[in-house]
């Protein structure tokens, strides 16, 4: 009976090994007994009775899933290509092993049609302007769906936005031509400022004697730079008589 116990006291240590687990902090162990569920475990060693129960992890940390580009029409008829990306995490281990398969492909499947649901519901300019409310309006409705599957959908992003390329041109006309309006306007409105300056300085310059006749012999100054060149002006009379007021008052 030596060896026997021996023998069986070896086996029992194995099968002892052989039921640890190791559960990582971000993990949690689904256990099942004959099928059942039982408990879940939490992060640290545990032991199962190997052959009657079996564990499955679950990963309680942030995933990000892809919705691949969809050809999604907008209210008012114009064709898109939108992709975006979903963040979910898992709140319950054991719903999203018991009432959902593979609730990775689920999420991504409902936000999915989600997205074309919401997408067919607004028109262009909508979808370019506002691109984060309809985000949140996407999520809102798979966070809803997704609640009973112990799944919290924290947050939906657009990524990219396809036009056709016909109504690409279009769109780069129109920007082209508000910025051409713009550009007439910033022009216009210097230009009538520069006028109020100059009609400023004209009336003041009238108003000082001699400062008309001074100001035109400044000018005359700048076109002539150089000696060589003769240019002759004819002053009109009342230039001259500036000039004669203007030096009549130096003499007093």
Not at 51 to 67: A, E, N, P, S, Y
């Amino acid at each position: 009976m030596g060896p026997f116990f021996i023998i069986l006291g070896i086996l029992l240590i194995f099968y002892i090994i052989a039921g640890l687990r190791i559960i990582d902090q971000y993990d949690r162990g689904v256990v099942l007994t004959l099928g059942k569920y039982t408990g879940t475990e939490q992060p640290g060693l545990t032991w199962l009775f190997s052959g009657f129960q079996r564990m499955i992890k679950v990963d309680l940390r942030i995933t990000t899933t892809d919705i691949p580009q969809q050809e999604v029409i907008t209210k008012d008829n114009v064709p898109v290509g939108i992709n975006a990306v979903v963040y979910f995490q898992v709140q319950s281990a054991e719903n999203a092993i018991l009432n959902i398969k593979d609730y990775t492909l689920a999420v991504s499947q409902y936000a999915q049609a989600a997205l074309r649901d919401v997408i067919g519901g607004i028109e262009l300019d909508s979808l370019l302007s506002e691109r984060e409310q309809i985000a949140e309006e996407i999520q809102t409705i798979v966070v809803k769906a997704t609640q009973s599957w112990g799944v919290l959908v924290t947050d939906i992003k657009i990524q990219d936005i396809e036009l056709p390329a016909d109504m690409k041109r279009v769109m780069a006309k129109q920007a082209e031509s508000e910025r051409e309006r713009r550009a007439v306007i910033i022009r216009a409105e210097g230009e009538f400022q520069a006028s109020e300056r100059l009609a400023q300085a004209a009336q003041i310059l009238s108003s000082t004697p001699g400062g008309l006749s001074m100001r035109t012999l400044q000018t005359i100054e700048k076109i002539n730079p150089d000696p060589s060149k003769t240019v002759i002006f004819a002053l009109p009379v009342e230039i001259m008589e500036g000039i004669k007021a203007l030096s009549q008052s130096i003499k007093k």
